[in-house]
Antibody
């Protein structure tokens, strides 16, 4: 059974870069048609999707964070990583990593490949427990 | 402000049924599949419903999902105190950029 575990510094200074890693156990990050996601949740607030990466290295980011976010994958270490630059107190949150399945659907059939401009199916079926990151001097 | 609108809170008596709505538009719910997530207090989110109305293995049939046009609905029957949680809908948005969006979340209280 696949499990995800987030790791990284719990405290980051303003204007610096937040760096987190999500280690995948119980399965290979490059097997199957899975997408690897980062999501965050400020205390008492809702979930915000940060972005995702496929094992090939293809990425998608939340437009509101795109200029500051980099997600990368290291298949040799079976983990993927998040870097968020120029952080402020507003970036203080619990950060989750999650595995997702997805693809496009057409003519009543769905396929586990991504075709731009299609009808998409996508869902996050395995989540890490989350790690709290505080931005403070 | 999320592009997917959910009621902030709902309260229901034990044993009763509740529906939680998720309203969007043609670029998100109207064109893509919806999933729902349950977040118990202090825990990570958990997948409840995928592809609009499918349940993952191990999820009770008390939970159901549906979609019509640009809105989706999560239904829970036979409410238990253990169902008290935050519930989030989510889907892809294909407006200017293609990205995943969550609803603002609904806090379910079982009185």
């Amino acid at each position: 059974q696949v499990q995800l575990q987030e790791s990284g510094p719990g405290l980051v200074k303003p204007s610096q870069t937040l760096s987190l890693t999500c280690t995948v156990s119980g399965g290979s990050i490059s097997s199957g048609s899975y997408y690897w996601n980062w999501i965050r949740q400020p205390a008492g607030k809702g979930l915000e999707w940060i972005g995702r990466i496929y094992s090939s290295g293809s990425t998608n980011y939340n437009p509101s964070l795109k200029s500051r976010v980099t997600i990368s994958v290291d298949t040799s270490k079976n983990h993927f990583s998040l870097k968020l630059s120029s952080v402020t107190a507003a970036d203080t949150a619990v950060y989750y990593c999650a595995r997702a399945r997805g693809g496009y659907c057409s003519g009543g059939n769905c396929y586990s490949i991504w075709v731009i401009g299609s009808t998409y199916y996508y869902y996050m079926d395995v989540w890490g427990k989350g790690t709290t990151v505080t931005v403070s001097s | 402000q999320s592009v997917l609108t959910q009621p902030p809170s709902v309260s229901v008596a034990p044993g009763q049924k509740v529906t939680i709505s998720c309203s969007g538009g043609s670029s998100n719910i109207g064109n893509n599949y919806v999933s729902w997530y349950q977040q118990l207090p202090g825990a990570a989110p958990k997948l409840l419903i995928y592809d609009n109305n499918k349940r993952p293995s191990g999820i009770s049939d008390r939970f159901s999902g549906s979609k019509s046009g640009t809105s989706a609905t999560l239904g829970i029957t036979g409410l238990q105190t253990g169902d008290e949680a935050d519930y989030y809908c989510g889907t892809w948005d294909s407006s200017l950029s293609t990205y995943w969006v969550f609803g603002g979340g609904t806090k379910l209280t079982v009185l």
